[in-house]
């Protein structure tokens, strides 16, 4: 991802972080989130390919699987490691 995309995604991600904390009780799209590596907490198991979960600054997102991922084996409360790469994760690790 070319540097001025990801300076625009990091934007809009911190621009979100700064909204009011009504605003944060909606979901932020998974699509808005930075590629990266994050710890985050399983707030529900949607279904095998999809999880809703809490990452560390409260913000809450629903984490669709990308290929042969699948989240099955995951339960809620779940602290679970995902790679986040065009809003969906390609691998992830249960602590």
Do not use: W
Not at 7 to 22: E, I, Q
Not at 37 to 60: C, F, L, P, S
Request: glycine share 6%; charged share 20%.
């Amino acid at each position: 991802m070319p540097l001025m995309q990801k300076t625009l995604a990091l934007g809009a991600f911190l621009a979100v972080l700064a909204a009011p904390a009504a605003a944060l009780a909606d979901e932020l799209s998974s699509s808005l989130v930075p590629d990266g590596t994050y710890t985050v907490k399983v707030e529900r198991v949607d279904d095998a390919q999809h999880i809703t979960v809490r990452m560390d600054n409260g913000i809450e997102t629903t984490l669709p699987a990308k290929g042969a991922v699948n989240f099955s084996a995951v339960k809620a409360n779940d602290t679970v490691m995902v790679s986040i790469i065009g809003g969906k994760v390609p691998v992830f690790k249960v602590k």
